[in-house]
């Protein structure tokens, strides 16, 4: 004999709520530019990334963390700041790809000054 935890009717509500709010996040479009944000998301991403490679073995986890904020730091950029999303997008694919490789993260400072200059500036042409 089973014993049901919870009835069907006892988990409508939560069916409900859990709708609801993927329809809310689904119908948002795409995120405002905040150029705060893509800094505050590039800040994190490179602090991430000098744990991870600073001690592999401890922070190593680190990295993948860092592709997540480099992630964010993309979205946030794409309305306004195609080229820089762009840009952005090149690098967390890199890092991605080197790490499934079996290599370790590595903090790539000129990809970081470029992005940061860049984007306070809006120039373009560090993204080439």
């Given at each position: 004999?089973?014993?049901?935890?919870?009835?069907?009717?006892?988990?409508?509500?939560?069916?409900?709520?859990?709708?609801?709010?993927?329809?809310?996040?689904?119908?948002?479009?795409?995120?405002?530019?905040?150029?705060?944000?893509?800094?505050?998301?590039?800040?994190?991403?490179?602090?991430?990334?000098?744990e991870?490679?600073?001690?592999?073995?401890?922070?190593?986890?680190?990295?993948?963390?860092?592709?997540?904020?480099?992630?964010?730091?993309?979205?946030?950029?794409?309305?306004?700041?195609?080229?820089?999303?762009?840009?952005?997008?090149?690098?967390?694919?890199?890092?991605?790809?080197?790490?499934?490789l079996?290599?370790?993260?590595?903090?790539?400072?000129?990809?970081?000054?470029?992005?940061?200059?860049?984007?306070?500036?809006?120039?373009?042409?560090?993204?080439?």
């Amino acid at each position: 004999m089973s014993v049901a935890l919870f009835k069907f009717k006892d988990w409508v509500p939560l069916f409900r709520r859990a709708l609801l709010f993927l329809g809310a996040a689904l119908s948002a479009g795409p995120r405002t530019f905040c150029l705060e944000c893509v800094l505050k998301h590039l800040s994190r991403a490179r602090a991430y990334l000098q744990e991870a490679e600073s001690s592999p073995d401890e922070y190593g986890h680190f990295g993948w963390w860092a592709v997540g904020e480099l992630s964010h730091a993309e979205d946030e950029a794409a309305v306004q700041m195609p080229s820089l999303a762009r840009f952005i997008r090149r690098e967390r694919k890199r890092l991605s790809a080197r790490r499934f490789l079996g290599y370790s993260f590595e903090l790539n400072h000129d990809f970081f000054s470029k992005a940061v200059s860049g984007a306070e500036t809006g120039d373009k042409t560090y993204f080439a």
